[in-house]
């Protein structure tokens, strides 16, 4: 039973445009949430998180928003660069207990 | 940010072998962990490894599996033992610092292992 998902494996957006990744999460004691991105041969690199009790955290071209009723959270990319290309991870944790992390979306985006 | 080297970063092993995968940080850590990525899936975690005492292994690891020792707060090693085809993953280690709650943690660059 996967507690963290992202049901897009895959997304393409153009150069400028604004990239969407979504996330939705069945558990409801989560309560800090992380976007990990990982490039090929690389492992994840922490990119934003959002605590519970926020519904939007901001850092540069990155958004994370939060919408706990419908227990999802998106990020947002603007504008989306060809270094963005990579995989894409949305992780959870409820209180001390370990990240839970999605499948991923490979974000490509194309010049 | 810390720096993580893992060794072997990719290695092609024979059924029924075992490889130990070597994670070294540059600076002091509280909290170690070993995950695994197995193809199309998310990131699982394995177990926290404890400095000084046994791994706290996750439900579905267990220690005859997947042995791991973490002698001092900056390395740890990760063994997949009797290895099979269905241990071609991705092993992963991450770090953090402080234990807290909602820490981010830092991940190695991975090991690739393929199992024939």
């Known amino acids: 039973d996967q507690q963290v998902k992202q049901n897009s494996p895959s997304l393409s957006v153009q150069e400028g445009r604004i990239s969407i990744l979504n996330c939705d999460y069945t558990?409801?004691?989560?309560?800090?949430f992380l976007w990990y991105k990982k490039y090929p041969a690389e492992g994840p690199t922490f990119l934003i998180s959002i605590s519970s009790i926020k519904d939007k955290n901001e850092d540069g071209r990155f958004t994370v928003f939060l919408n706990k009723s419908a227990k999802h959270l998106s990020l947002h990319i603007v504008p989306s660069q060809p270094g963005d290309s990579a995989v894409y991870f949305c992780?959870?944790?409820?209180?001390?207990?370990?990240?839970?992390f999605g499948k991923g979306t490979r974000l490509s985006v194309i010049a | 940010s810390a720096v993580i080297s893992q060794k072997p970063s990719r290695d092609i092993c024979q059924r029924g072998t075992s490889l130990t995968i070597q994670c070294q940080v540059d600076s002091q850590v509280t909290m170690m962990f070993w995950y695994r990525q197995q193809p199309g899936q998310s990131l699982t975690l394995i177990a926290t490894a404890n400095q000084g005492s046994e791994a706290t292994y996750e439900s579905g690891f267990v220690i005859d599996k997947f042995p791991i020792s973490r002698p001092n707060l900056t390395f740890s090693t990760l063994t997949v033992s009797n290895m099979s085809p269905e241990d071609s993953s991705i092993y992963l280690c991450?770090?953090?610092?402080?234990?807290?709650?909602?820490?981010?943690?830092?991940f190695g660059s991975g090991t690739q292992l393929s199992v024939l």
């Open positions: 558990n409801s004691m989560f309560d800090y």
């Open positions: 991450s770090v953090g610092y402080t234990g807290s709650t909602n820490e981010k943690l830092f």
């Open positions: 992780a959870a944790s409820a209180g001390n207990t370990p990240l839970v």
